[in-house]
C-alpha cells in the first residue's frame, strides 16, 4: 500500500489526467479525446506510466484509407462519371453542354468519357468535335449505387486491411486527391496489476510541479502539495551531436595524404574549360564536352598567358615530340566556364605554378566535382573525388602503386592491383582495383597514370614524371558502411545518422 501511495505522489498531472480514462478507453485517439489532451501529451503521459510499470503498451503497423479534397466532395455531391452520365440523354450531346449541366470542370468531364466508355455506358462520335450520348447500359447503371459510390458513402474510416474489394481501392487511389493509404501505428494499451490498484486512489488532488519566486515571495508554497520526483526513472534517450559521417571519412582521408607528406590542393567548383579539359590535353570534340556530360555556366574566362602553349600542343604536338590532335583549336570553347567535372583541374592550376627549385614535390585534394548524370544507386550529379600528383624526376609505376598501396591500406584493402587503361592525359593509363576483404572480390575504384608530356611540358615548362590518380569518394568509403546505394550516403535521414556507427580505420 505505501508503494501505491509513493507512485500516487510522483504522478505528474498529464498523468493523474489520463489514468482515470484508462478505465474505459485504451486506444490512443479515445484516450486522447476522453481524458481532452492532445495525442502528443498523452502518448508522453504513457510513457511515463509504462516507465512505471503502471500500463504496457502495444504499437501495431497498419496502412489506413483516408478521403482526400475530391474524395470529400464527391462523397457529398456524388462521383463526376456519374453525375455526367445523369446529364446525357440518348441524343448526342457536346461535351461543352455536358460539363455545364453536370457542374464539372472541363478536366473531370475528359476524364468521365474515359472512365464511362469502359464501363460501356457512353457512346462517342467526333463528327463535329467531340460528342457523346448515354447507351443501354449507361441506362441501366445510371440510377444503380456503384461499387465506387459505395466505397466513398459507407467504408470510412477504414484500414487497407479490412477492405473487400482491393481492385477499387487501387483505382481511386490513381485519380487525384480522392484517396490515399498512410502508414500508420495503433497504440493501444493495457493496464498493470499496479495500475488497476491506483485506480482505486484519488487522483483529482491538485499537486504543484516546481517551485516560483512566486511562491517564495508569498510564503504560499507552504500550503502547496509538491509533486515527488523519481530521479531513478528510465528518461529519454539523448542523441549526441556528431559531424555527418561522410565528413568523417573525409576527414580522415585528408589526414592519410597530410602524413605521406603531401599538400592540399584547393580551388574554386566554377573553373574555364582551359583548365579543367584543354589544359590537361582532352581534345575540344571529346564526348566530356557534350551538355550531357558538363555543367556549362553563363560567361567567358579570362585566359592565362601560357593557353597559347596549350593551343600550339593540341594542333600540332608543340615542342612535346606529339603530332597533337590536329584540328584547329578554337579560343572561344577554352574561355567556357563550367563547374569542374573532376579536381584534375587543381592538378593541372598546380603545375602551372611549380618551378625547378620546388621538386620532388607532393600534392593532393579531396573536393567536389559535377557531372550532369541520370541520378541512380551507382551514379550522382556530384560527389567527392580524392585526386593526387607527384612530381619528382626519379618518379616511376612502382612508386605510384606504392603510394595507392598504401593509401588503400589504411582506408581497410590490403591489396591494390593496376590494369592498363586509357585517359586522354595519361601515358600510361591505369584502372585501380581493390581485394575485397569480406566479398573476396577485386573492385574497380578509380584511375591512375602517369601525366603525357603534353599535359606536363606547356603548364611546368620542362619535362618531368607526374605520378596522377583519381578515386571516386563514394565507392571508396560505403564499403565501410555497408551501402549499397551511393545515394544513401547523402540522404537526409535522421534515424541513419543518429545509428550510424563512426568511422574507426
Known amino acids: 500500500m505505501d508503494d501505491i501511495k509513493n507512485i500516487v505522489a510522483k504522478l505528474h498531472p498529464l498523468e493523474r489526467q489520463v489514468l482515470p480514462v484508462l478505465q474505459q478507453h485504451l486506444e490512443l485517439s479515445s484516450i486522447a479525446k476522453n481524458a481532452k489532451l492532445t495525442e502528443v501529451e498523452v502518448m508522453r ?98 440510377n444503380l449505387e456503384w461499387p465506387e459510390e459505395y466505397f466513398l458513402l459507407h467504408v470510412f474510416p477504414k484500414e487497407y486491411e479490412e477492405a473487400k474489394d482491393r481492385t477499387i481501392v487501387e483505382e481511386l487511389r490513381k485519380r487525384k ?143 612535346t615530340g606529339s603530332a597533337g590532335w590536329r584540328y584547329a583549336f578554337s579560343e572561344e570553347e577554352t574561355k567556357q566556364l563550367l563547374l569542374r567535372t573532376h579536381t584534375t583541374v587543381l592538378s593541372a592550376q ?29 551514379h550522382l550529379f556530384e560527389f567527392y573525388q580524392v585526386e593526387g600528383i607527384v612530381v619528382d624526376p626519379h618518379a616511376n609505376l612502382k612508386h605510384l602503386k606504392g603510394y595507392l598501396t598504401q593509401f588503400y591500406k589504411k582506408m581497410g584493402y590490403s591489396a591494390v592491383r593496376m590494369r592498363p587503361a586509357h585517359f586522354p592525359y595519361t601515358e600510361p593509363s591505369l584502372e585501380v582495383d581493390v581485394f575485397h576483404p569480406i566479398k573476396k572480390q577485386w573492385i574497380e575504384l578509380g584511375g ?28 571508396i568509403i560505403g564499403e565501410y558502411w555497408k551501402i549499397t546505394d551511393i545515394r544513401d550516403l547523402y540522404k537526409n535521414d535522421i534515424k541513419q545518422l543518429r545509428e550510424m556507427k563512426l568511422w574507426l580505420r
Open 45 to 142: 503521459a504513457l510513457q511515463w506510466l509504462e516507465n512505471k510499470e503502471i500500463i504496457k503498451i502495444q504499437s501495431e503497423k497498419r496502412k489506413s484509407i483516408h478521403l482526400e479534397k475530391n474524395g470529400q466532395t464527391y462523397k457529398k455531391e456524388g462521383l463526376p462519371e456519374k453525375r455526367f452520365l445523369k446529364a446525357l440523354d440518348e441524343s448526342f450531346k457536346g461535351l461543352n453542354v455536358i460539363t455545364k449541366k453536370a457542374k464539372l470542370s472541363r478536366e473531370e468531364a475528359t476524364a468521365c468519357v474515359g472512365l464511362l466508355k469502359r464501363k460501356n455506358a457512353v457512346e462517342i462520335s467526333q463528327q463535329e468535335g467531340l460528342s457523346v450520348k448515354i447507351t443501354e447500359e449507361g441506362k441501366k447503371i445510371r
Open 177 to 319: 486527391e480522392l484517396i490515399s493509404v498512410r502508414d500508420e501505428k495503433k497504440i493501444t494499451v493495457t493496464l498493470s496489476p499496479r495500475g488497476h490498484e491506483l485506480l482505486k486512489e484519488d487522483l483529482s488532488a491538485e499537486v504543484v510541479n516546481r517551485l516560483t519566486p512566486g511562491m517564495l515571495r508569498m510564503g504560499s508554497w507552504k500550503e502547496k502539495t509538491f509533486r515527488s520526483y523519481d530521479v531513478e526513472i528510465n528518461v529519454p534517450k539523448i542523441f549526441q551531436g556528431k559531424k555527418h559521417f561522410d565528413n568523417e571519412a573525409l576527414e580522415y582521408i585528408k589526414q592519410i595524404w597530410l602524413d605521406l607528406g603531401f599538400k592540399e590542393m584547393t580551388g574554386n567548383y566554377v573553373q574555364s574549360a582551359f583548365w579543367d579539359l584543354d589544359a590537361l590535353f582532352v581534345p575540344q570534340d571529346h564526348p566530356a564536352r557534350e551538355m550531357q556530360d558538363t555543367f556549362y555556366v553563363e560567361g567567358k574566362a579570362k585566359l592565362p598567358p601560357l593557353w597559347k602553349k596549350v593551343k600550339e600542343v593540341h594542333e600540332n604536338g608543340g615542342d
Open 350 to 378: 598546380t603545375l602551372s605554378r611549380l618551378k625547378k627549385e620546388d621538386l620532388p614535390a607532393k600534392f593532393f585534394a579531396v573536393g567536389r566535382v559535377f557531372r550532369n548524370e541520370a541520378l541512380d544507386w551507382k
Open 448 to 475: 591512375a597514370g602517369i601525366f603525357r608530356p603534353e599535359v606536363v611540358k606547356p603548364l611546368l615548362g620542362f619535362d618531368c614524371p607526374v605520378l596522377a590518380w583519381g578515386q571516386g569518394m563514394g565507392r
